[in-house]
């Protein structure tokens, strides 16, 4: 069963039939993409996910290659909003270092437990062609952007340790989190051991002499169950 993602929760209230058929196709697309990879994707396969007939999808797509493209642009978009929501939503004075591992929780939790899109985009960015990978990689470098800010903040802050470089750090950051897609199994680990897990070794990894000792900020998940318990015993 594809995962939801908030373009599909928009059509399905609010779209139009056709609308409503159109995002089917995706998710049914990126259920797909994101498990058989570029190669394994067959519009028959898509089909029988969307329960329609496979000639039905050339009415809103093109080609198999637009529909692609849509999914694999679609992905990092909404891994764009997600992140960018949380960070948004924390208070004005949080520590670039927490800030970071806000980052890295919602990376992970939107790629592995939200949105096929999201795993289908980072898993087969490598595998298709150029000229389906050019939209994808402009939304790419916005979501770039976002990293770059937080280690930047980090690094003015006195967080970051002085003698790593801020790219090679960065981009080895996100290189872990994005090969989760590729080795992380249900049974095999909960995914709230493997954000506890990955925030523990980014901050360890970057923090200078001063941070090391930093308490762990709670996940989302943990800060959610906090106020509900808040609230009862009020």
Known sequence: MPRKTPSREHAETSGTKSARTRQRILDAA?????????????????????ELQAPAIYYYFPSREDLIEEVMWSGIAHMIDHVQQQLDAL??????????????????????????????????SGQVPENIRARFSTEA?????????????????????????????????????????????????????????????????LSSADEADTPEPPTQRSRGRAKKSAKAAS
């Open 30 to 50: 990126a259920h797909v993409l994101s498990r058989k990879g570029f190669a394994g994707t067959r519009l028959t396969d898509v089909a029988e996910v969307a």
């Open 91 to 124: 208070p004005d004075d949080t520590p670039a270092l927490d800030r970071i591992e806000v980052a890295v929780e919602a990376h992970l939790r939107y790629q592995l437990e939200i949105s096929d899109y999201t795993t289908a985009s980072i898993r087969n």
């Open 141 to 205: 470098n916005r979501y770039g952007d976002i990293w770059r800010k937080l280690f930047q903040e980090a690094k003015r802050e006195g967080s970051i340790r002085p003698e790593l470089d801020l790219r090679a750090a960065r981009m080895l950051v996100l290189g872990a989190l994005n090969w989760a897609a590729e080795w992380w199994n249900p049974r095999r680990g909960t995914l709230d051991q493997v954000i506890r897990t990955a925030k523990s070794l980014i901050r360890a990894g």
